[in-house]
């Protein structure tokens, strides 16, 4: 009787699954019209099979600021939807965003077993739900490229290092900051990890070779350093405003000219009126000490005796959120990387049973600061909010938890020599 029973329930899954998916779909084709991001990757899709190669063009995709930004791999990736009509390209985008939302964190939920997990949904939802529905709705990538990462931290905490090389690898080839964890694998000394991920990425990286041409390949990387990820301001004036920690540091110290951005709204908010290059300064300082503090709890963590699920939680929440105070570029959009600390964290701390409950309560309590916020009516108030960098310090927050979690595993002690 297993045999039919199980083949019945593989089947309503399977049902579930198309229906869910189809659903979504057809979600998807009625909302694209008020998409955001998504248009850019379809409009460079289709350049490229008209036979266009000048990526970073003002023309390829759309006008700037709406510019194609990112490695040349991720148009190959994204070519076969230039084939469809942009809102079938855009259902199935949004149907693939919204079922890998699910998956993956279903993934990590079965993975690390939290205890109390009513309260760990609700503080995942509160904290993590405003930045995941803003990835859906802008249809951004990079809502993608952080489930891609989360996946590859859940595997590296079940063992399984070639999944998790891979995963992080595609991740990375897209948008490189999850490429940020390899130096925090290899003050773990994940060596293994840390090869098969520079093999793995190398290999990507290398593929538009294939496409373009070595010499045209060689150029279009140039192209994209020098003109994207080399050129950090014309990112800032071209979206919305930073929330790294330098950028709210000099906010924060000094008055600021928002006259070349796209939206020039936003309200002076200096505690401080101190020379720009001095308050530049101490941003700068701000984010050499989050640098250092981190790499010291690496190297506790290292030193501890926590086992290799508790140590991939504690190093990528400890990754994740301070790669967001540290940027270079932060903006609302990439705060859906809330979501690995969240879910990590628990299974980080699980063992210690001393700090489990307030570090419950404090994920809790960020959560609850964050739905508040987020339902605040007025566009002028969330401007207010964003310039005086709240963001900022709920990641800082999540960034100290993660701090704090790693720092508080046992060492190893030393063996006794006669």
């Not at 309503?12 to 979600?27: E, I, Q, R």
């Not at 690898?169 to 090869?195: D, M, N, Q």
């Not at 003109?227 to 920690?245: F, K, Q, T």
């Not at 963001?391 to 046992?410: D, E, G, K, Q, Y």
Request: aromatic letters at 10%; hydrophobic letters at 55%.
């Amino acid at each position: 009787m297993s045999q039919p029973s199980s083949a019945r329930s593989a089947a309503l899954a399977a049902l579930l699954v198309t229906t869910t998916a189809a659903g979504l779909f057809c979600a998807g084709r009625a909302v694209a019209p008020h998409a955001i991001d998504f248009v850019v990757y379809h409009r460079a899709a289709q350049s490229l099979l008209a036979g266009r190669t000048d990526l970073y063009s003002a023309t390829f995709a759309l006008d700037p600021p709406m510019r194609y930004v990112y490695p040349p791999f991720f148009v190959l990736l994204v070519a076969p939807l230039g084939l469809l009509a942009y809102e079938d390209a855009f259902g199935l985008w949004f149907a693939l965003l919204a079922i890998a939302t699910v998956y993956v964190v279903r993934g990590a939920v079965r993975a690390w077993r939290p205890q109390a997990s009513w309260a760990y949904s609700l503080t995942a939802l509160l904290l993590c739900g405003p930045a995941v529905l803003y990835g859906l709705r802008s249809a951004n990538v990079h809502l993608l490229v952080v489930l891609l990462t989360i996946a590859a931290v859940v595997a590296w905490a079940r063992g399984k290092a070639g999944r998790a090389a891979a995963l992080l690898s595609v991740a990375g080839a897209v948008k490189i900051f999850p490429l940020y964890l390899v130096p925090f694998l290899a003050g773990l000394r994940e060596w293994r990890l840390c090869t098969r991920i520079a093999l793995m990425s190398t290999a990507l990286w290398m593929l538009p070779l294939a496409y373009f041409g070595p010499a045209r390949a060689v150029e279009l990387y140039g192209q994209w350093w020098q003109d994207i990820a080399g050129n950090v301001e014309r990112l800032r004036y071209e979206s919305r405003l930073d929330v790294s920690l330098s950028s709210a540091s000099r906010r924060w110290l000094s008055t600021v000219n928002y006259a070349p951005r796209i939206d020039r709204n936003y309200p002076q908010v200096n505690l401080a009126n101190l020379p720009s290059a001095w308050a530049h300064t101490t941003g700068r300082a701000l984010v050499g000490l989050v640098v250092l503090m981190t790499a010291l709890a690496v190297l506790r963590l290292r030193a501890s005796v926590a086992d290799l699920g508790a140590r991939a939680a504690a190093a990528g929440s400890l990754c994740l959120s301070a790669q967001l105070l540290v940027g270079p570029y932060t903006t609302l959009l990439y705060l859906s990387g809330w979501l690995l600390p969240v879910l990590a964290l628990p299974a980080a701390a699980a063992t210690q049973l001393a700090i489990l409950p307030r570090l419950r309560h404090a994920l809790l309590a960020l959560g609850i600061v964050n739905v508040v916020l987020a339902l605040l009516p007025g566009a002028g108030l969330h401007r207010a909010l964003e310039a005086w960098g709240v963001h900022t310090l709920i990641s800082a927050a999540l960034w100290c938890l993660s701090l704090w979690v790693a720092c508080r595993f046992p060492r190893r002690r030393a063996r006794c020599v006669d």
